[in-house]
């Protein structure tokens, strides 16, 4: 598949399984956060965003955690589906005067197993 | 009812040719940007125009030149392309040019032989 030859981060689970992605980021100005999931052959899918003046926000199935303290990121899906399995990448904005740049994560690739 | 369309999803052209790619939103976004994904899936900012004007320009090659003929459609022209070129291309879209989500075009394969 699409995997082969790729070096990102791996994450493999079980069906049901909740599973948790994470992303150093590296820009401490930074006040703006998205999760994007990619399958194979697609573009990237808008996930949940969050802003830096909050530490947590959930969605449906996903929950974004925010360190700032650390500059961390992480993405959480409970009940992890076949479905879910796909390239997952962080994305941050520095705002101001960087406009609408986004800086992307490497990646990680989520299988889930049935 | 696509959000954000590109056309083609593939092409494959000779090194020195010049080739275009289109992108079009149908959300009523005022800014629209460019993308390149490299084969280690590494994607990267080339351009954003907001309302027509160009707001962000990485340091692309000048071979590479966005139009913008109105705010629901940005293309992309490439002259005299190289091998290096070869990867796949997205087009997106926000409401706002800072803090709103972008949404992904599906892609443009590109193969420079």
């Known amino acids: 598949g699409e995997s082969v030859g790729l070096h990102l981060p791996t994450l493999s689970v079980q069906e049901g399984d909740n599973s948790i992605i994470n992303c150093a980021y590296s820009?401490?100005?930074?006040?703006?956060f998205i999760w994007y999931k990619q399958e194979s052959g697609k573009g990237p899918q808008f996930i949940i965003d969050?802003?830096?003046?909050?530490d947590k926000r959930q969605g449906q199935r996903v929950t974004v955690l925010l360190n700032k303290t650390v500059k961390h990121l992480s993405l959480q899906i409970a009940a992890t589906q076949p479905g879910d399995s796909a390239v997952y990448f962080c994305?941050?904005?520095?705002?101001?005067?960087?406009?609408?740049?986004?800086?992307f994560g490497q990646g990680t690739i989520l299988t889930v197993h049935p | 009812d696509t959000a954000v369309s590109q056309t083609p999803k593939y092409l494959v052209t000779q090194m020195g040719n010049d080739k275009s790619i289109k992108c079009e939103q149908n959300?009523?976004?005022?800014?629209m940007y460019w993308y390149k994904q490299d084969s280690k899936k590494f994607l990267k900012i080339m351009f954003s125009?907001?309302?027509?004007?160009?707001?962000i320009n990485e340091t692309v090659p000048n071979r590479f030149s966005p139009k913008s003929p109105d705010k629901a459609h940005l293309n992309l022209h490439i002259n005299s392309l190289e091998l290096g070129d070869s990867a796949v291309y997205f087009c997106?879209?926000?409401?706002?040019?800072?803090?709103?989500?972008?949404?992904f075009g599906p892609g443009t394969r590109l193969t420079v032989l």
């Open positions: 997106a879209s926000s409401q706002e040019t800072s803090g709103a989500p972008q949404f």
């Open positions: 820009n401490s100005a930074s006040d703006y």
């Open positions: 969050i802003r830096s003046n909050m």
């Open positions: 994305a941050e904005n520095a705002g101001g005067t960087s406009y609408g740049k986004l800086t």
């Open positions: 959300l009523g976004h005022d800014t």
């Open positions: 125009y907001n309302n027509k004007e160009l707001i």
